[in-house]
């Protein structure tokens, strides 16, 4: 930033995170995370798994977020277990890393986001029930270790096909029903925007439930300002509701330019103008 100030002044009253797996993917994961933090954000990671969790501790940065199970869904009986078994060990790395809190879906994603339960006609009693269950059995895990998990909407037009409970209104059901302090919702506005739209009255009606919000333009998945969501538009209006959480940015690099995609990022979220175009 050329203006003097902090990120965290730039962008107040919001704390501004980026995914570390999606963003300045020229560099090796050790080296954006450094960077990232340099700058001054939170950094977020998908599958702890497939990272060596001591050097990553060792960069100093401070994490926001991460998976927060291995293997399983929601509402079967051998999926849930699988879930929760994992969940339990995704805690213990999740401690390593200083990380609050541990992101859910319905189902499991496979290679290119696939679920690994399709849902072709969506949920039935049956599943809405054992998910609920399976969220409660989750939210009680989080509050033994002291950590959220936070079940995030998806979409299944573009990048999740047959996903189950993916719509921003189902998870935030599913989170309203359990009614537990260590399970909030992670909403994806960009997941959102291609699933339901009416961004700001989602937001309106979810707030009492965010744990977190993460963010990408449509069409593209990538950084604000490169497609339709009008993000100073919600920046102001998340400011009106009183929102004082972090935003996320789970995005690609337009162009593979990733120190324009964050300057954009910030200036989406900042009452101050862009240093960079």
């Known amino acids: 930033m050329t203006d003097g100030l ?3 002044q730039r962008t107040a009253p919001f704390s501004l995170a980026v995914c570390a797996e999606m963003i300045l993917l020229e560099m090796p ?16 990671i998908w599958d702890w798994t497939r990272h060596d969790l001591k050097n990553l501790a060792a960069t100093g940065a401070v994490f926001s977020s991460m998976t927060g199970y291995i293997n399983g869904t929601l509402a079967d009986d051998e999926g849930a ?12 790395a999740a401690k390593e890393l200083g990380i609050p809190r541990l992101n859910l879906h319905g189902t499991g994603l496979g290679p290119d986001g696939l679920p690994v339960m399709k849902c072709l006609n969506g949920p039935d009693g049956a599943m809405w029930m054992k998910a609920r269950d399976t969220l409660s059995r989750l939210a009680d895990l989080g509050e033994r270790a002291g950590i959220m998990f936070v079940l995030e909407n998806l979409n ?3 990048d999740h096909p047959a996903v189950p409970f993916g719509r921003a209104e189902d998870c935030a059901a599913l989170v309203r029903s359990v009614d537990h302090p260590s399970l909030r919702l992670m909403l994806d506005l960009y997941h959102a925007q291609i699933g339901e739209g009416d961004l700001i009255s989602l937001l309106r009606k979810t707030q009492p439930l965010i744990g977190e919000i993460q963010i990408a333009d449509v069409p593209g998945r990538c950084e604000p300002g490169t497609g339709e969501i009008n993000y100073p538009a919600i920046a102001r209006a998340l400011r009106e509701m009183g929102y004082t959480g972090v935003i996320g940015l789970e995005a690609w690099a337009s162009d593979q330019d990733s120190e324009r995609a964050l300057n954009r990022f910030v200036a989406a979220f900042s009452d101050l103008p862009s240093s960079e175009p």
């Open 81 to 92: 277990a699988e879930m929760l078994r994992t969940a339990a060990l995704s805690i213990q």
């Open 156 to 158: 299944a037009a573009v």
């Open 6 to 8: 902090t990120l965290s």
């Open 29 to 44: 994961i050790l080296e954006r995370v450094r960077y990232l933090a340099q700058k001054g954000f939170l950094v977020e």
